[in-house]
Antibody, heavy 118, light 107 residues
Framework: EVQLVQSGAEVKKPGESLRIACETS????????ITWVRQMPGKGLEWMGR????????NYSPSFQGHVTISVDKSINTAYLQWSSLRAPDTAIYYC???????????WGQGTLVTVSS | DIQMTQSPSSVSASVGDRVTITCRAS??????LGWYQQKPGKAPKLLIY???RLQSGVPSRFSGSGSGAEYTLTISSLQPEDFATYYC??????????FGQGTRLEI
């Protein structure tokens, strides 16, 4: 069974750093791209970027380039989304997900709520 | 960047109704188009891929059609569990991806 299990909710202050995780199982980790999607409170889905676990090369949406870092650890089949300096507008649910060869997301994590507040 | 315009932004319907949601892109998507359903507090669920292919396990009342820059999701006979928010997603310029703004389907 394919599973993407994300790390738990976080509460941070502006300026703090954060890394959230997405642990995958049930499939060949290096065979599918991993993507991250943001959903701000009451809003729609925003694509942030994706990474090819086979070569660890990320691609970012222009809207998120330079503000987040996407990475993987192939040894433990886990992907990460990282901020070096959080801002209040980063408050959102973040989903990790698997992209298949049809370029659609066929499996999603349960989401990680990140709250940034002073 | 590809711009996606999803319409309507919200729609009210009744059980048994037929509902159509449209996504228009700023360029030809070459059928690289998917549709998702999201219920409150849940992750989205893939319904349609490659514009018209039904994802495994999705009821046949859901269908996708279209070509070029315009695509449609149709629910042929609404069921109570279908009231949710629906999103289109394009990937013609993969690895870049764009979601539509969403359509809220209400009773």
């Amino acid at each position: 069974e394919v599973q993407l299990v994300q790390s738990g909710a976080e509460v941070k202050k502006p300026g703090e750093s954060l890394r959230i995780a997405c642990e995958t199982s049930g499939y060949s980790f290096i065979s599918y791209w991993i993507t991250w999607v943001r959903q701000m409170p009451g809003k729609g889905l925003e694509w942030m970027g994706r990474i090819d676990p086979s070569d660890s090369k990320p691609n970012y949406s222009p809207s998120f380039q330079g503000h987040v870092t996407i990475s993987v650890d192939k040894s433990i089949n886990t992907a990460y989304l990282q901020w070096s300096s959080l801002r209040a507008p980063d408050t959102a649910i973040y989903y990790c997900a698997r992209i298949n060869s049809y370029r659609v997301i066929d499996y999603w994590g349960q989401g990680t709520l990140v709250t940034v507040s002073s | 960047d590809i711009q996606m315009t999803q319409s309507p932004s919200s729609v009210s319907a009744s059980v048994g109704d037929r509902v159509t949601i449209t996504c228009r892109a700023s360029q030809d998507l070459n059928y690289w188009l998917g549709w998702y359903q999201q219920k409150p507090g849940k992750a989205p669920k893939l319904l349609i891929y490659a514009a018209s292919r039904l994802q495994s396990g999705v009821p046949s009342r859901f269908s996708g059609s279209g070509s070029g820059a315009e695509y449609t999701l149709t629910i042929s006979s609404l069921q109570p569990e279908d009231f949710a928010t629906y999103y289109c997603q394009e990937a013609n310029n993969f690895p870049l991806i764009t979601f539509g703004q969403g359509t809220r389907l209400e009773i």
